[in-house]
């Protein structure tokens, strides 16, 4: 099927419909320290609700098969960081219509790297479709809309951006499943970067 400008619009309203947080768009990309040239808000701020919540987290997710060593390594130099609960609450795609949003989502730039990603990764995306039931077009579609297949990594640490976000309770449930998955890839990252 590939992607088509109709199938990136459809993966993105969905992706919209589901609400998921979209902090590629100030960066989420990095596990540590924030990069140097960030703005205050997205640096670590110092809050003892958040310190609290973080002590009664490590608890919690070593019942869950974290180690104390990785929720040590992934908690290193991380913190509290205001601007991410700034920008979860002031996103594109739930200020604008949906049309208006397909509209500057779905550039034909997007759609042909969309293209050409989904031609290179064509065996994987439909394994993720057999496994998942989530057709690849989908899949690559809403892969587009988060790092731009890949270029835009981000520079806000994805452990204190997912923290806060956890902390914050919105959707606290939801952000500490991630934050879980998070730790887990930091873990399986750390064992492959030593074998």
Known sequence: MG??????GFGLAGF?????????????GTTGVAKAGLPADLRPSPNAGY???VASFHTRAQSQ??????LQAGFRNTGYLPGVIKRDRNQTEFKRSLEDYLSIAVSDERVSKGRA???????????LESKYGVDASIIAAIWG???FYGDRRGDVPVI??????????????FFEKQLIAA????????????N
Request: aromatic share 8%; glycine share 8%.
């Open 3 to 8: 992607i088509t400008r109709r199938s990136f």
């Open 16 to 28: 919209g419909l589901v609400a998921c947080s979209n902090i590629s768009a100030s960066g989420a």
């Open 51 to 53: 310190d609290a919540w």
């Open 65 to 70: 098969g974290i180690s104390a060593a990785t």
């Open 117 to 127: 990603a989904y031609q290179r990764h064509q065996s994987t995306l439909r394994a």
């Open 145 to 147: 809309l988060e790092s």
């Open 160 to 173: 204190s951006a997912t923290s806060t976000l956890a902390y914050d309770g919105r959707r606290g449930a």
């Open 183 to 194: 730790l887990k890839i930091r873990r399986m990252a750390t064992f492959l970067r030593q």
